[in-house]
């Protein structure tokens, strides 16, 4: 004991590769690590770390106060700008939307249709759907955004799609392709099959360059290091680098924790794992040492350099942490939080008040409050240029204009309206001179010089006898009504 009666314990930390370091007497205030320890000192531990994970999130090696840099929500709240799609679909069936963009800054959505899951490609922002593309599990796009790579049906069949020429590429796996990668310059492929074979293939020309197997189970994360010389690969309890020139591991360790997600960060200095249970690890790269742990947290996303972390912890507060200066910067409440490419912008979803709100990451302030209808929010994410935000929900997909603090339109596929839903279509030109397709719930205001879409003629619309089945008569166009550009709110129906 100390002169002061303080307790003091033997620690020793044991790092993640099992090395051990000296032994250290500390009293117990001054640990900031993960430490292992006697039996002693486990009870006493125990009970005040207890009450640490009881109050909220903790970090075992940087410890924060909960209420540091917590942004505050102004009183009164702003007049939110109202932007629904309600009853205005991108997608049949209710399921978590995959959205990116290319790099012409056209937008990716993944979604369930009829058909299965569909990849769809709108010009951005006017809304138009421009073409439909076949896929079974998510997608990945080139670094530069040019190529877009999936799965056929069955999964066992790749596709990479030249988004700039409309070239098609299959590449054929033996079991079921589980994750995807590209490599820094986009011209190889890395394929993993939850079998375990792991192949690289060349783009454009799709020559098959190598093939191994990597011993580890269900593969759920692959990319390439920013060199392109390393491939990190994640199995569920496992980390494995390897070295692509000679196809050999260059590093493997064991996961204690279940890795259910992961990302590189930090221009490949860093890699996050997160388990079935939303715990987030931080590792240091390429040692795959383990930097921080992070509890608590249910969803997260990263700057477009991969330095801030947006994670959402409990009680609906986000939090923003640095990765590289190892400092948790902002607070801010919501969740879902979404941080802009430039790290200036976080946008955070109020489920109570159906709002979603855009902070500035600096000084805390509110920027803009976006009211987004009954239905629930399920992601945001900012367009590249930071003036855009996106917001999926179920089947919805609606976009909101930061500059102009206004709501945009919803996306819209005719072919994905449901029953007896109605909506109104029209194209106008806004202030920026971009012409935009917009699809609104019914009622919605029309400004002035808009030009309709086509909408159902009054007194020749045939509801179809049973759901997604052609009326007797109308042929294989699956057109229930005439087509006229009159802004009435009727039936849309192909």
Same mark, same amino acid.
């Given at each position: ?49 207890? %009450? ?37 679909? %991108? ?57 877009? %790579? ?111 997600? %992961? ?232």
């Amino acid at each position: 004991m100390s002169d002061f009666g303080k307790p003091e314990f033997r620690f020793q930390r044991v790092m993640s590769d099992g090395a051990e370091e000296e032994p250290q007497v500390l009293e117990l205030h001054d640990v900031k690590y993960d430490w292992k320890m006697g039996r002693r000192g486990f009870l006493l531990t125990g009970g005040l770390v207890g %009450a640490a994970l009881a109050a909220g999130c903790m970090m075992p090696k940087i410890q924060y106060d909960a209420t540091d840099n917590l942004a505050e929500l102004p009183d009164p709240l702003p007049e939110p700008q109202v932007g629904g799609c309600e009853d205005v679909v %991108a997608y049949l069936y209710r399921s978590n939307i995959q959205i990116a963009f290319t790099h012409d800054k056209k937008l990716l959505s993944r979604g369930a249709d009829k058909a299965g899951r569909e990849i769809k490609f709108w010009a951005f922002p006017s809304g138009q759907l421009l073409e439909t593309y076949e896929g079974c599990k998510s997608f990945v796009l080139s670094p530069d955004g040019r190529y877009l %790579a999936t799965t056929k049906k069955g999964c066992e069949i790749g596709i990479i799609y030249d988004l700039t020429t409309g070239q098609r590429i299959e590449i054929e796996h033996e079991g079921y392709i589980a994750k995807m990668a590209f490599s820094p310059d986009g011209q190889i492929i890395a394929a993993i099959s939850i079998d375990k074979k792991m192949k690289l293939w060349e783009i454009p020309s799709g020559r098959l360059l190598k093939t191994t197997t990597a011993e580890l189970i269900m593969p759920t994360y692959l990319a390439f290091d920013p060199t392109g010389n390393l491939l990190h690969l994640v199995g569920h309890h496992q980390l494995t680098l390897w070295d692509v020139a000679s196809y050999t591991v260059k590093k493997s360790i064991e996961l204690k924790k279940f890795a259910d997600e %992961a990302l590189l960060a930090a221009n490949g200095r860093r890699l996050i794992t997160v388990d079935r249970f939303d715990l987030i690890q931080v590792w240091d790269v390429p040692e795959y040492r383990l930097r921080h742990t992070i509890v608590c947290t249910g969803f997260f996303t990263l700057s477009r350099d991969g330095r801030l972390l947006t994670y959402q912890g409990k009680n609906d507060i986000s939090h923003i942490f640095d990765l590289l200066l190892d400092k948790d910067i902002r607070q801010i409440k919501g969740s879902l939080p979404s941080i802009s490419s430039d790290g200036k912008l976080v946008a955070t979803y109020f489920f109570r008040d159906k709002n979603v709100i855009v902070w500035e990451v600096d000084s805390g302030k509110v920027r803009h409050v976006f009211s987004v209808g009954e239905k629930k929010i399920t992601s945001l994410k900012f367009s590249p240029d930071n003036r855009y935000l996106v917001a999926t929900r179920d089947q919805r997909i609606g976009i909101w204009d930061l500059q102009a603090d206004e709501f945009v339109t919803c996306l819209f596929d005719r072919e994905a309206t449901e029953f007896e839903k109605k909506a109104v279509q029209f194209t106008a030109t806004n202030q920026y001179g971009q012409e935009i397709v917009y699809t609104l719930p019914c009622g919605s205001p029309l400004p002035p010089g808009a030009v309709c879409t086509c909408n159902c003629v009054a007194g020749t619309y045939v509801p179809p006898k049973k759901k997604k089945k052609t009326p007797t008569g109308v042929g294989g166009s699956h057109q229930y009504c005439s087509c006229d550009k009159i802004c009435t709110c009727v039936p849309i129906y192909y």
